[in-house]
């Protein structure tokens, strides 16, 4: 028997595994579809540091078919890149170490997959640069992996007034159960505003209605610098594409250039624990030397922690503003862990609690936000690590119970999210991020139990002083039929501080 081999494209296999990423069902498709446009909007914004507005819209164009339009005041995508931005399966701008919410650059374009095979329509794009302008319907070849553009398409250069109109207006057109997917759009725009304060961000569903979340902060968030891969984290793979990259220096300063954490004493430790010259050329290291290389820095213990400045946490200060933004809550208390590694990735964990307000808490539930570079996750949270560490705190302690209306808001920030699947719903076990969530959710409990507690002192003493008061009225009036003259106001005020002066002691 002869066999027949062939090749298959990565948009041929996602187009036969579409699940994967979240396109499993009309209703989960359309929710990510949004999901995935709009985190390419706030990324492009953010990167390009632009305080973000996106108008984001959802019409019906027939029984189940939906276009979903959203603009952007971004920096616009080069024309040059726009067919293959969306038209090809793993073709990104952020395939750097540092904090992005895309990573796999496959969202986007899933998104115009998923529609061009539902609808057998293109996605028409416009996005306008600094200097030119794209206005492109583009399809994808799924066999080939990559984009079909459309003669009618257009380029040209902006004109003196249209500059400083920066951005991209996609319009996708794809099969949806809007009706159903509702609520959870809803919740994710909502979750989203949570995590951005600093966005605009307006949504118009099918229907007509209008949800406007306005700016609440005017600032961005720190811009993550690209690092360089921690030595922690190193494989051999990794390590022979940096090689690759700098062929020609002595190995010695080949790990200094490379890697972060590693200074000139460092590389010669390594290098004489592997048993490597390290005057060697990169290009002249034979597979067992980089072998030993590569094993020796695995277990070199003294390197400094990942470098954080690749990340962008949101800082106490703006994730309490959204929290109470979004959910008016009378108390919201937010901390930063400081930053941590695992497997030579930095992260930094947020914690926040929140009481009060607009919190909708089931029956004997603790009510969990997840984030993760500033994503929120709506899905799997039943395997999430932060589920897991909530599991473990006894609340009764803190002076809650499940049920009461509190919640808890984890965000990690990370150069590499650990995912479990690539719709990138919910975070694997890590110990040093477990260990991050829990340290913070004690915080910030501790936090609220003391702001309980002086609620309830508040209530107490308040009360106590109304009682006490009667009984001053009832004195008063008593001593102004015995003594003549006498001014009951005064008496009244008199007892009044008295007894104010005395609950504020027992207070203490
Ligand atoms: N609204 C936008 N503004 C600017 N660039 C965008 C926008 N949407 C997508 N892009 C570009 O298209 C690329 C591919 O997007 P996508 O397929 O979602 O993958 P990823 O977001 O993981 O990179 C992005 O890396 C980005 O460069
Ligand atoms: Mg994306």
New binding site residues.
Partial sequence: MKLDFKEKSPADFFSENMDVCGFDNPIRAIYTAVR?LL???L??CEAADVLPKVNLEIRKEGEGIYVIRIE?N????PPE?VPE??GKIF????YVMKQQ??????????AVMYGQITTQRPVHIV?MTEKQIADLKIKIDIIRNSPITEPENIWKAVKPNDTGKQG?T?ELTLEGNYQRAREKILEYIKQTAMIAPYAEISFTEPDGSKHLYKREVEYLPPIPKEAKPHPRGVNLELFRRLMAKDPRSKVSNFLVKAFQSIGRKTSLEVLGKADVNPDKRVNKLGSEEIRRIVKSLRKHKGFRPPDASSLAPMGEEMFEAGIKRVLKSEFVKCIQRPPKAYEGNPFIVEVAIAYGGEIKVKEGEIKLYRFANRIPLLYDEWNDVSTRVLKRINWKRYGVKPGDPFAVFVHICSTNIPYKTLGKEYIANKPEIRREIYMGVLQVAREMRNYLNKLERKKKTEKALKTFMKYAETLTSLLSEAVEGINQDEIKGKLREIIVERLKVNEQ
Wanted: charged share 25%; hydrophobic share 25%.
């Fill in positions: 995935e985190e390419n909007s990324d492009a952007d971004g920096p616009g995508i890149h931005s969306f073709y990104s701008s952020k919410r895309g990573r796999f650059g496959m969202g986007g374009t899933m996005s991209t996609i």
